[in-house]
């Protein structure tokens, strides 16, 4: 069975600074991996996604992922973070032949002045 | 940018009752699909429709639910005889085809006192 596991529950980051939430997945074929944001009281918001091709995917509001599958790993990456980034962050999986997205825990991101 | 909607937007209702929550995916979308967000805990599939029956659905989504597409536009869930352990945000999401990316909704917060 597929799963996600997103390491750090909470982070903590500068305004400004770089960011990087961890993802990493089980499943035996090429998966299909997304990154969702969710603001509070608001909906999942697609930031980006991870189909085939180029390893190295860009989404919206300035974030970027890269697909590393010896390490079964999706990081989000982002250079500089602004206040507007703090929310909670879900990395989640797909996978060709069923439509069920299977979701990590989230991680809660903070953005301190 | 088309959007999926979702009435209403919280819902309170006491233990026993039938609740039917809203969702209107978006208009060209064939895939339609409900999760449900336990607090503090990951987003989980429940079921996914596709041509007016169920595709695939999760051990969650036993007898007690039930999903329809009573018109052309509107998706619903239905619990008929909710717990309280159903309390939880439902997320409707749709999707152009199969294995492509999943556009969710607000969200129904549901509170079964």
């Known amino acids: 069975a597929q799963s996600v596991t997103q390491p750090d529950i909470h982070i903590t980051v500068s305004e400004g600074a770089s960011l990087e939430l961890r993802c990493n997945y089980s499943?035996?074929?090429?998966?299909?991996l997304f990154w969702y944001v969710q603001s509070p009281g608001q909906g999942l918001q697609l930031l980006l996604k991870y189909f085939s091709g180029d390893t190295l995917v860009q989404g919206i509001k300035g974030f970027e992922a890269e697909f590393k599958r010896s390490q079964s790993a999706f990081n989000l990456r982002k250079p500089s973070v602004h206040w507007s980034d703090a929310a909670e962050y879900f990395c989640a999986v797909g996978n060709f032949g069923n439509e069920k997205l299977t979701f990590g825990t989230g991680t809660r991101l903070t953005i301190i002045p | 940018e088309p959007e999926v909607t979702q009435t209403p937007s919280h819902q309170v209702t006491q233990m026993g009752q039938e609740v039917i929550l809203r969702c209107v995916p978006i208009?060209?979308?064939?895939?339609f699909y409900w999760y449900r967000q336990i607090l503090g805990q990951k987003v989980e599939f429940l079921v996914s429709f596709y041509n007016n029956e169920i595709s695939e659905k999760s051990e969650i989504f036993d007898d007690q639910f039930s999903v329809e597409r009573p018109d052309g536009s509107n998706f619903t869930l239905k619990i008929r005889s909710t717990k309280l352990e159903d309390s939880a945000m439902y997320f409707c999401?749709?999707?152009?085809?199969?294995?492509?990316?999943?556009?969710f909704g607000p969200g129904t917060r549901l509170t079964v006192t």
């Open positions: 999401a749709s999707s152009v085809d199969r294995n492509y990316e999943q556009y």
């Open positions: 499943y035996g074929a090429t998966p299909y």
């Open positions: 208009s060209n979308h064939l895939y």
